[in-house]
């Protein structure tokens, strides 16, 4: 515990205070070393299976539970790509976007995004709603709101985005709902799209945590953060360099991946190391969280990096390798590489990459909802023994996201567990 002794007035009174913030600022220091140092360490620490800490057993009845990405899905929100607007062209935009779209984000900032091809993403959403009821799955939508709202804080302005992600925002850990404090001023209201659902599984007894909201103040972020290439971002990337600052707590839930009571997490633009420090403090000790890298050189969200299929399974992307892979490797996990994803360079990725195809969801072990278009992980996963759900959400993945990312499972039908034996 720190015990400051604070005095009053004159000089004296400014001494404490400087002695408070030198204090702290080598207490943030420490820590924030402390959790990038483990990336190396977990490599070398052999996982062990841990006895089960009982806190609170979840209710039978409570709607919300959910402790890993393959047990069967029961209920899933799906995000909505009605009215989705362009977000301003600022700099932690610039920072996760790829150059050859900025022109995109310079002339359409603020505005919605190409109306054809916003009408083809929601007639995507809407069959992709309907095949998860046809395979059993309870399907619930934020609400639909007017993005184009310019609001104003006493640290920035800006118009809203979408709520087209919901694994962006929301992360369930058990029977818990944990709001994201994510760092891009467009979203900065996005949970209000969210909050009639979770008001209503909390008043049918799941728990409900929202993160610290940033200021999202000048001071998150590296102003003059230097991007102009591939090769910028990988060496600003390997120096453990993001546009996102440690001056707040921020951290998007698309950067976990759940595993039973181990979840993994990266550094990215738009994930902190205070945000993952919050996130180790207030899910201890039933979970840990893992620090884990990736040789990518924009790293964001990690589910089209490093997706976690099921008990000892992992797709792990050959273009952004894992650091600690090892760690995977000696607790007796599989390790697959997906194909190279077979969409074509001319359609349009606004913000995201290729490797969508791996961004998927599992119905259970034993069934994924995958891409129609991309023929090769569909046999990949055939050869695993997986059936495919064939979906097309092509126009869709031009707003930022897959299968994993379009939604965010409320309720599976398992139990906590480890999985590192």
Known sequence: MLRVRCLRGGSRGAEAAHLIGAMIGRAVSQWAKKAFQSTSSAAAVHPRAVEPIVTEPVSEDCPVCSYNEWDPLEEVIVGRAENARVPPFTVEVKANTYEKYWPFYQQ???????????????????????????????????????????????????????AAMPRDILLVVGNEIIEAPMAWRARF??????????????????????????????????????????????????????????????????????AGRDLFVQRSQVTNFMGIEWMRRHLAPTYKVHIISFKDP?????????????????????????????MFKKAGWRVVQPPTPLIPDDHPLWMSS????????????????????????????????IKTIKVNIRHANSL??????????????????????
């Open 108 to 162: 359409y900032g603020g505005q919605t995004f190409p109306k054809d091809h916003l009408t083809k993403a929601i007639t995507e959403i809407e069959e992709m709603c309907n095949i998860l009821r046809h395979e059993g799955v309870i399907v619930r939508r934020p609400e639909p709101i007017d993005w184009s709202a310019e609001y104003k804080t006493p640290d920035f302005t800006s118009t809203g985005m979408y």
């Open 189 to 258: 209201f996005e949970y209000r799209a969210y909050r009639p659902l979770i008001k209503e599984y909390f008043s049918r007894g799941a728990k409900w945590t929202t993160a610290p909201k940033p200021t999202m103040s000048d001071q998150l972020y590296d102003q003059d953060y230097p991007i102009h290439s591939v090769e910028d971002r990988h060496k600003l990337a390997a120096e453990g360099k993001f546009v996102t600052t440690e001056y707040e707590p921020c951290f998007d839930a698309a950067d976990f991946i759940r």
């Open 298 to 326: 924009n790293p964001m969200h990690i589910d089209a990096t490093f997706n976690i299929i099921g008990p000892g399974l992992v797709l792990s992307n050959p273009d952004r390798p894992c650091r600690q892979i090892q």
């Open 354 to 385: 290729k490797w969508l195809s791996m961004n998927v969801l599992m119905l259970d072990e034993k069934r994924v909802m995958v891409d129609a278009n991309e023929t090769t992980i569909q046999k990949m996963f055939e050869n695993l023994g």
């Open 400 to 421: 930022g996201g897959g299968f994993h990312c379009w939604t965010t499972d409320v309720r599976r039908r398992g139990s906590l567990q480890s999985y590192f034996q």
